[in-house]
């Protein structure tokens, strides 16, 4: 019975060594049965004394790493009986990484949910008050005089980063089109100037070609907020040597094109077909959010959002956003 048991399970002797050992023990330990019997429970699972103290807590189920007879080391939940009428105790475990990792992103998402409850509060409140120390500092500095010039100017670019930062965490939540004509050339060269600095400090070299353009019908800070999460990412998958390239036209049937490619690390075929999924991320400190966003502003825009990555050879993502999405469509039916 113990041998059709998908948990494993060993029986261990008042001297702390294995009695016996089922076939799904061995599986989880890596290690034949014959080699496990007669070995020290200390060597291939839990001491005798956790396994007693086990037994007498009262947790059902206590939590261990593992380390593993080929060097590697697994998560497992243990349970253990009350000593047998020959002291024997019978420890029942199971391999819970998996389940660890799902708890580990149960726990992300809904702490993500509660960041997306609270979160349009909490850019309305920082916006305004930002807005304001940018318009006086933009004030001072061409007022001031050429000692204090520069200072002021490494304030305000870092209220900038500030701004660019809440762009990109909640700009895309509104329309890309816009009713007022703004300089997009202008909103994606700032952008990449002001995390010219985080690529830098990798080593990793930023650079934008982006031509002067005619003011396009486009909200400025939603330009914003897409080239801040795409040049971010750009820059978390680069390394010291790489570099972005960021480019941005108008193409001759009024379509804006934005691209950004690096030459960073690149994806795999999975995370490429997942990337854009709400939440979905492969950092360890990843929201998921971004590509999601784009995605999703670039659909109700009228335009797509392409992606290309191979592992190894970097990324290439194209925006493209059709400024009179109704007449491209007209045109392209017709």
């Not at 020959?86 to 799902?102: H, K, N, P, S």
């Not at 000692?147 to 002021?152: G, K």
């Not at 030459?263 to 999601?292: N, W, Y």
């Amino acid at each position: 019975m113990l041998e059709s048991l998908t948990a494993g399970v060993i029986v261990v002797g008042t001297d702390g060594r294995l009695d016996y050992a089922n076939q799904a023990a061995a599986k989880i330990l890596r290690q034949p049965t014959d080699r496990l019997v007669g070995r020290a429970a200390s060597e291939v699972l839990v001491s005798l004394e956790q396994i007693i103290s086990s037994a007498a807590g009262t947790e059902a189920q206590r939590e261990v790493t593992v380390t593993l007879h080929d060097g590697s080391s697994t998560v497992v939940g243990f349970a253990v009986s009350a000593p047998s009428s020959m002291g024997t105790r019978t420890v029942l475990f199971q391999e819970i990484t998996a389940v660890l990792e799902l708890r580990r992103e149960r726990d992300r998402l809904l702490q993500m949910a509660a960041l997306g409850d609270a979160l349009p509060s909490i850019l309305h409140e920082l916006r305004n008050p930002l807005a304001a120390v940018t318009s006086t500092l933009e004030v001072l500095v061409e007022e001031a005089d050429d000692s204090m010039r520069e200072y002021l100017h490494s304030i305000l670019w870092e209220v900038r980063r500030m701004n660019l930062t809440l762009q990109g965490v909640g700009g895309l939540a509104r329309p890309m089109h816009s009713d007022r004509h703004v300089a997009v050339d202008l909103a994606v060269s700032e952008a990449c100037r002001i995390l010219e600095g985080n690529a830098t400090r990798l080593g990793v070299k930023l650079s934008a070609e982006v031509p002067t353009l005619p003011l396009l019908p486009l909200d400025w800070g939603v330009v914003s907020g897409i080239v801040f999460n795409l040049v971010k990412n750009a820059i978390e998958a680069c390394e010291d040597g790489d570099s972005i390239l960021v480019s941005a036209i108008l193409d001759p049937d009024d379509t804006f094109v934005l691209r950004v490619a690096d030459t960073g690390e690149g994806m795999t075929p999975e995370v490429l077909a997942r990337c854009r999924q709400l939440f979905f991320t492969s950092k360890q400190q990843g929201s998921g959010i971004g590509l999601a966003l784009c995605q999703q502003i670039a659909e109700s825009s009228g335009g797509s959002l392409d992606i290309k990555s191979t592992l190894g050879d970097g990324t290439v993502v194209t925006l493209a956003v059709p400024l009179h999405p109704a007449r491209n469509s007209r045109a392209a039916s017709g």
